[in-house]
């Protein structure tokens, strides 16, 4: 009997879940959407390209939106079982509220895990493939940075001709092992090797750089040139920063590879960080939705809870922000900036469920 009224109880929950995720879903897609077409009005391509993009891009910004739309679905799951008698019902088979509560509590953890190692890695190739879809299409020399296995490149254009800079890696404040190809239009012009360039500013700063000249064939050699660059550090780190199209497991197994190309460690830890917090986030938002919702069995008071789960959604939201930006500029630890916002919640969870199991 207890299987069964577990499996009852987890099935309901999933098609909340499910129907919360395709709003959110359908809302993202219809907004970014219009985005997508304000980008491309100017070209004539057809209307199947920004729906794609769409499609692309807002799965990442469910995954990231997952506690917020674990903790409304929570609230109206546990708003349904009251007014539909329901939890007096379980109460008969001898379900405690604790014991509800923790049988969600530990779904929506598995169901983070499930994110983790199943979701995610696809969202992540679909953002990747979101930034170089755009990039062939983009008037924005920041949409021409790309990192790979093979290192950085970057593909500059003026109204000379355009540039391609490939670089082995990125160690602080310089490129490494530099290859410069410069064209004017479709013909060769020359070729730049280099050991490093400091790229703090522009002109790059560059060391020990030979220079192949593809009209004379004549090749220089200098110890310092200045070479002239539409792209600063400034730029290209904030392309370090955006980890989305990593995905959890390939941060995992590949954290070294990924800090020797360039990521900072202390980027790199802050998203494992996140990763790792996702289920217990999402345990915690069951636990806190309960608390405003399993305090009365008067359903009049409805429109109410879902009032107070909106504003503590906002509540949450830019605190969470608040930790990270207190992170980010050293006031605290990046991985405790990650987490403090759960161990307030988890705080405040276990005072009220004590409170609740009482009810």
């Known amino acids: 009997m207890n299987k069964v ?23 993202g897609i219809l ?10 009005k100017n070209l004539n391509l057809s209307l199947l390209l920004p729906i794609t993009l769409s499609l692309s891009y807002v799965p990442t910004y469910i995954v990231e939106l997952l506690p917020f739309i674990i903790f409304l679905s929570s609230v109206f799951y546990f708003l349904h079982l009251k007014s539909s008698k329901d939890l007096l019902s379980l109460k008969v088979f001898g379900y405690s509220n604790i014991r509800i509560i923790l049988i969600i509590s530990f779904f929506s953890f598995i169901v983070g895990l499930l994110f983790l190692f199943a979701v995610n890695p ?4 679909l953002i990747k493939y979101y930034e170089t879809e755009k990039a062939k299409y983009s008037r924005d020399v920041d949409h021409l940075i790309s990192i790979n296995k093979n290192g950085v490149w970057i593909k500059e254009i003026d109204e000379t001709g355009y ?6 890696k990125l160690n602080g404040q310089k490129l490494e092992k530099i290859s410069i190809y410069i064209f004017n239009k479709d013909k060769f012009i020359k070729r730049i090797e280099s050991d490093s360039a400091l790229i703090s500013n522009s002109p790059w700063q560059m060391e020990n750089v030979y220079i192949y000249d593809g009209l004379t064939n004549n090749t220089i050699f ?19 920063k955006n980890l989305n199209t990593i995905s959890f497991l390939k941060l995992v197994f590949n954290y070294s590879e990924l800090n020797e190309k360039g990521y900072s460690k ?34 009049k008071q409805n429109y109410y809870y879902i009032l107070i789960s909106i504003m503590t959604c906002v509540a949450i939201y830019y605190f969470k922000d608040l930790s990270v930006a207190l992170g980010q500029t050293g006031k605290i630890s990046l991985a405790l900036s990650v987490w403090m916002p759960i161990i ?15 009810k």
Do not use: H
């Open 5 to 27: 009224i577990n499996k009852y109880l987890i099935i309901k929950f999933s098609k909340i879940i499910l129907n919360f995720v395709l709003i959110f879903l359908c809302l």
């Open 122 to 125: 696809i969202t992540a190739n």
């Open 266 to 299: 202390k980027l790199l830890n802050e998203k494992l960080n996140q990763f790792i917090s996702i289920p217990f986030f999402l345990f915690l938002m069951v636990v806190l939705a309960a608390i405003f919702t399993i305090g009365t069995l008067k359903s």
């Open 163 to 168: 540039k391609i800079i490939n670089a082995e």
């Open 222 to 240: 200098l110890k310092d040139y200045s070479f002239q660059s539409l792209n600063t550090l400034e730029k290209i780190n904030s392309l370090y």
């Open 31 to 40: 907004l970014n959407l219009f985005e997508e077409i304000e980008f491309f």
């Open 344 to 358: 307030l919640i988890s705080l405040f969870c276990s005072i009220g469920v004590i409170q609740i199991n009482e």
